[in-house]
């Protein structure tokens, strides 16, 4: 059964120089995450963090470089901030965008709205929503990001004041870096499979992580069903560049 996608986009950010050093051509792959989906039925069980684990830890097999687009969703970016990146933009307060009622100019906003960075807070509703707050003078810009089915898919809620306990401050409307200790071997460490479990458990029942809400993966063997299937899906596009710059790489050295 199909669990879900991950859209990614495997780039090069060299300047296309003739420079005959192969550590140099190795560093020049760039793995974009562009958006992930999660089938309805296989919600709630923390699979978005288990997806962007295994990209992870394919871009580390791949000597890749993880990157994402601007993200807007509040829980992905949470999920990002947990595995340590930071983002590109901080944003401590935005100029407040006034959103006419009709079509083709609150249209028009909404998108010039979208590419302005955002800092917002994010907290566990009491009926297990996630409850997004910003200060009063953000908030109608913070409106003015999201469609009403958005908010009812991502199962979110706008406030004009803060919750009690505070939540976690994060960003959205930015794109976000990996950690720089992101090779280093407890990096590795924190990405292994089996080692998700807590973690998903513990997001999935804070915020219902990003595909839904609900309870975290049954058991290991649950863990290595889902990795298995996950890494049939994302492996052989990584797997390709890889060899590609093998091959690049040793024909450079030869000559």
């Known amino acids: 059964a199909l669990l879900g996608f991950v859209l990614l986009e495997t780039s090069t950010d060299d300047d296309d120089d003739d420079d005959d050093d192969a550590e140099e051509q190795r560093k020049g792959y760039v793995s974009t995450f562009r958006g992930i989906e999660v089938t309805t039925d296989a919600r709630g069980r923390g699979l978005s963090t288990l997806f962007i684990s295994v990209w992870l830890k394919l871009c580390l097999q791949a000597d890749v470089t993880p990157a994402t687009v601007s993200i807007n969703k509040p829980l992905l970016a949470l ?23 009709f079509g083709t100019t609150r249209k028009r906003k909404r998108i010039s709205v979208r590419k302005t960075p955002l800092q917002i807070e994010v907290s566990k509703g009491k009926t297990g ?13 913070l409106q003015a990001g999201f469609t009403q089915t958005e908010l009812r898919t991502q199962n979110l809620v706008l406030s004009e004041t803060p ?14 870096f990996p950690p720089e200790s992101y ?11 089996d080692a998700l479990q807590e973690e998903c458990g513990r997001q999935s029942s ?12 049954a058991n290991d063997d649950d863990d290595e069903w889902v990795s298995d299937k ?13 060899e590609e710059k093998e091959m690049g790489c040793r024909e450079s050295v030869q000559k």
């Open 79 to 101: 999920t990002f901030v947990r595995f340590g990146f930071t983002p590109k933009i901080k944003s401590t307060t935005t100029t407040t965008t006034t959103v006419e009622t």
């Open 129 to 141: 929503e996630a409850r997004i707050y910003s200060s009063p003078r953000d908030f109608e810009n």
């Open 163 to 176: 919750s009690n306990p505070r939540g976690k401050v994060i960003q959205i409307r930015t794109h976000y």
């Open 183 to 193: 090779k280093e071997e407890t990096v590795l460490y924190g990405l292994r499979l």
């Open 206 to 217: 804070s915020f219902g992580d990003d595909d839904g809400g609900g309870s975290s993966i």
């Open 230 to 242: 996950v890494s049939k899906i994302l492996i052989g596009p990584l797997r390709g560049f890889k």
